[in-house]
């Protein structure tokens, strides 16, 4: 059974830089892709990034200028960085993996989640 | 970017009755590059369908789903207690590739 664990920073200052990393478990990165989705408390979600088994990236043009994702394979892990974080960047954040054979590429597995709160 | 349009916003029904959640897109796309989505509070999202009718693994057969031109629709057969949630279509694509409705609140009457 394949099982994302993520981890990070929960409380961070404005300017700051967010680093969470998702461990993949029971599975491989291999011939998937591995995305990064927030959700503001009470809001809908919003797709920051993803990053194949290959290492290329696709990011939100709304964040790319501060958006990275990098990719671990001989840990199984995948992370994101977000800099230059304000208040409007407090969120859930959600690590899931992609279906890269279908054309939805839906995600089928996620991580638990992680409220990240950015505030002096 | 493609806009995905959910409609209701809140669907209030009773255990046992029929909902029928809709998402339009804007511009239109291929359901191909459509999927479904539940969400319950304090949990991560759960896919449902994806290429607009295909049942995830381990979803049961009361979720359906089917597309016509721009539409694409979620119906719950019979509602159990356990449906009550947030529903969310997505859609890949052209930048940003990932988009996502606003979210069908379905709630008990």
């Known amino acids: 059974q394949v099982q994302l664990r993520q981890w990070g920073a929960g409380l961070l200052k404005p300017s700051e830089t967010l680093s969470l990393t998702c461990a993949v478990y029971?599975?491989?990165?291999?011939?998937?892709?591995w995305t990064w989705i927030r959700q503001s408390p009470g809001q809908g979600l919003q797709w920051i990034g993803e990053i194949d088994h290959g290492g290329s990236t696709n990011y939100n043009p709304s964040l790319k200028n501060r958006v990275t994702l990098s990719l671990d394979t001989s840990k199984n892990q995948f992370s994101l960085r977000l800099s230059s974080l304000t208040a409007a960047d407090t969120a859930v954040y959600f690590c899931?993996?992609?279906?890269?054979?279908?054309?939805?590429?839906?995600?089928?597995?996620w991580g638990q989640g992680l409220l990240v709160s950015v505030s002096s | 970017e493609i806009v995905l349009t959910q409609s209701p916003g809140t669907l209030s029904l009773s255990p046992g009755e029929r909902a029928t959640l809709s998402c339009r897109a804007s511009p239109s796309v291929s359901s191909d590059y459509l999927a479904w989505y539940q969400q319950k509070p304090g949990q991560a999202p759960r896919l449902l369908i994806f290429g607009a009718s295909t049942r995830a693994s381990g979803i049961p057969d009361r979720f359906s789903g089917t597309a016509s031109g721009a539409e694409s629709t979620l119906t719950i057969s019979r509602l159990e207690p356990e449906d009550f949630a947030v529903y969310y279509c997505?859609?890949?694509?052209?930048?940003?590739?990932?988009?996502f409705g606003q979210g069908t609140k379905l709630e008990i009457k």
């Open positions: 899931a993996r992609g279906l890269l054979t279908l054309a939805a590429r839906p995600l089928d597995y």
């Open positions: 997505q859609q890949y694509g052209s930048s940003p590739e990932y988009t």
């Open positions: 029971g599975g491989s990165l291999n011939f998937y892709s």
